[in-house]
């Protein structure tokens, strides 16, 4: 079982880069690492996944190291707006092999300073 | 399209009672997992279904159960409701799974009196 630990709280101010590091150290073979953000009132939104190096996209990039132990997300150029929880999720892709834990991180609070 | 919904948003319940949730995934998701949420535990997953069959649960007593029916539209039920069940209930769609990009509807937001 993948158990994840995150930071609980970031302060940053806005226009800068935001790094959030999540620690994996049981990750298995076939889990992927998800990225998702929460704002107050509302459901989870996916942010990013990968599963080795790097992954890219319109809003974040997801660092994995080669030993997969940890996962950073990184928000380029946060603004007010970003102010929201950010949870790392690690899952594996169903093998129809029976039952499998899902472990979501507690959580890292992200405040974005004006 | 339309997302995830979820209803009741709102419930109030005392213990001892039952309460059945109601999630209307995305159309064309055949996978819909549920998961509470409370500040103490952060989201904790319940189960997921595909394809009308339970594929997979987390570490819940058997109170919290679930259900998914031919149109991917599932319940979830918890039976003898206790103090500490008042949660948000989120539920979540997706094509393949939870390993899956997962699409999130707004919550149920449950009470116990």
């Known amino acids: 079982l993948a158990k994840t630990t995150q930071p609980i709280s970031m302060d940053s101010y806005e226009g800068q880069e935001v790094n959030i590091t999540c620690s994996h150290n049981n990750i298995a073979t076939n889990d992927y690492i998800t990225w998702y953000q929460q704002f107050p009132s509302q459901g989870p939104r996916f942010i990013i996944q990968?599963?080795?190096t790097k992954v890219t996209n319109e809003v974040a990039s997801l660092f994995i190291p080669a030993d997969r132990k940890s996962s950073t997300l990184s928000l380029p150029r946060v603004s007010l707006s970003d102010t929201a929880v950010y949870y790392c999720l690690v899952a594996p892709a169903y093998s129809g092999a029976g039952s499998y834990q899902l472990t979501f991180g507690k959580g890292t609070k992200l405040s974005v300073i004006p | 399209k339309a997302g995830v919904t979820q209803t009741p948003r709102y419930l109030i319940k005392t213990r001892g009672q039952q309460v059945t949730l109601s999630c209307s995934p995305i159309?064309?998701?055949?996978?819909v997992s549920w998961y509470q949420q409370t500040p103490g535990q952060g989201l904790q997953f319940l189960f997921e279904?595909?394809?009308?069959?339970?594929?997979n649960k987390g570490n819940f007593p058997g109170r919290f159960s679930g259900r998914q029916f031919s149109n991917s539209r599932s319940e979830m039920n918890v039976s003898t409701l206790e103090l500490g069940d008042s949660a948000l209930y989120l539920c979540?769609?997706?094509?393949?799974?939870?390993?899956?990009?997962?699409?999130f509807g707004p919550g149920t937001r449950l009470t116990v009196l």
């Open positions: 990968g599963y080795k």
């Open positions: 159309s064309g998701h055949r996978s």
């Open positions: 979540a769609s997706s094509w393949a799974g939870t390993s899956d990009t997962q699409y």
């Open positions: 279904y595909f394809s009308e069959t339970q594929r």
